[in-house]
């Protein structure tokens, strides 16, 4: 029996999280030579460790990185594709041309989603006006094989010309990509590629910029950082035009709600930071609660540091530093969202959770037999698994009936049920 229970996803995902561990990967890069290793990270000390010797590309593409817990391969786009990284080795285990079937392109901001074990990100092309010869920029939620290289748009239409490189995060509970265009927050549908949500970024305490932002699976809620730009007026006598001139920025770590758009200070005070490493991008340790990104370092160079998720403070900063190189790239923390779970049915099913008669499903979480009550003669039953398929389904009778769902593997279901007078939905865990 699983003991993962919705209400209580804080509390059961943790002690999942420390059986994996709770190292940090990310891109180790040199510029002279240009070379690019996969490496593991000490944010305390910030002391990179190559895993090989051998690079594994000379450039690296920043719009995106996938860490795979489940393969244990590290996947990026380098200088002759889609490279998959085996973690115990840091060799390359394979290279994919990336291909699209609908056109020549770019695949960005992806990231792997531990819920379906797929890699979702944004695929941008062009479209052709055949009559006039335009180009008109699109852009569609897709998912990338890993092996082949080939994207599969899943949007049925362009859902956007372009984004902001503020950060991408998946919800892999609601099954939700998020990326924002500077203005808005987009949310994109994951079971069909059309927009979720698009709140316009709003900050009610302080700031202007919601930036490098990353989804946690520990309290289930998106952390980057609120960014606010003082300017100071500039003349110039000869052309006699005034400008204004960016002086300072300062940072606090902050979280979104991606329903309104309602941006939170958690920092009381600014983290002493104006700036942050765009290809360095953001990671959460779900075990600590610490939230880490990349800035210039107190003593020049690059740092890491980690703000908790608590107190906004910073508790940690290291130096980045390892042999022959000052650059870490694209940081994922491999425990984090291991082994969840959607808990939004896909909406292709055609039903909604609802109470229009009283029926018990018990015990919740289960194993094998699932035991049904009803007030009154129940009729039929389908049970949806939670991308939305139906895996079992029948006949009942009565008020009191038994189920056998020995067949079903561990994960979250949603069991529908008829009687005369109306239905219920109920999720359940096995």
Do not use: W
Request: charged letters at 10%; aromatic letters at 10%.
């Amino acid at each position: 029996m699983k003991k993962l229970i919705t209400t209580c996803l804080l509390i059961l995902s943790i002690p999942v999280y420390a059986q994996l561990g709770n190292t940090m990967y990310g891109l180790a890069r040199t510029s002279n030579p240009a070379a690019v290793y996969v490496a593991t990270m000490n944010p305390a000390t910030g002391i990179a460790t190559n895993m090989s010797q051998t690079s594994v590309s000379s450039s690296i593409n920043l719009t995106g990185a996938a860490l795979n817990p489940y393969s244990n391969q590290f996947c990026f786009i380098g200088d002759s594709g889609l490279k998959s990284i085996d973690l115990t080795s840091g060799q390359i285990s394979n290279t994919a041309t990336i291909n699209n079937p609908n056109g020549t392109g770019y695949f960005d901001l992806f990231r792997f989603n531990t819920s379906d074990s797929l890699m979702y990100g944004l695929s941008r092309r062009n479209i052709t006006n055949p009559q006039t010869g335009a180009l008109t920029p699109s852009m569609y939620l897709a998912t990338i094989d890993a092996n082949s290289g080939t994207i599969n748009e899943i949007s049925p239409s362009s859902i956007g010309q372009g984004f902001a490189y503020a950060g991408s995060a998946i919800d892999p509970h609601q099954m939700v990509f998020y990326y924002s265009n500077g203005a808005q927050l987009v949310g994109l549908d994951m079971y069909n590629g059309s927009i979720f949500s698009s709140p316009t970024l709003t900050f009610p305490n302080g700031g202007e910029h919601f930036d490098n932002f990353t989804y946690s699976c520990a309290d289930t809620s998106l952390y980057g950082l609120v960014r606010t730009n003082y300017f100071s007026q500039f003349y110039d006598p000869q052309t006699m035009v005034t400008t204004q001139v960016l002086d300072s920025s300062t940072m606090h770590l902050g979280k979104v709600d991606a329903m309104t758009g309602v941006v939170t200070k958690i920092s009381t005070q600014s983290l002493g930071l104006s700036a942050y490493s765009v290809n360095g991008s953001s990671t959460i340790d779900p075990v600590n609660m610490i939230y880490y990104f990349i800035s210039g370092g107190s003593a020049g160079g690059l740092a890491i540091y980690g703000v908790s998720l608590q107190t906004g403070l910073v508790v940690s900063q290291g130096t980045i530093s390892n042999t022959g190189g000052l650059y870490f790239d694209m940081m994922r923390i491999q425990s984090d969202c291991y082994e969840s779970r959607p808990t939004r049915l896909n909406p292709i099913s055609g039903i909604q959770e609802s109470s229009t008669c009283s029926v018990r499903i018990s015990p919740n979480p289960f194993d094998d037999v699932l035991h049904i009550q009803s007030n009154e003669n129940m009729q039929s039953y389908a049970v949806y698994a939670a991308n939305g398929l139906r895996v079992k389904s029948g006949l009942l009778s009565g008020v009191d009936a038994n189920l056998n769902t020995s067949e079903l593997s561990e994960g979250i279901y949603f069991v529908h049920i008829c009687t005369a007078t109306g239905h219920t939905t109920r999720k359940i865990v096995k």
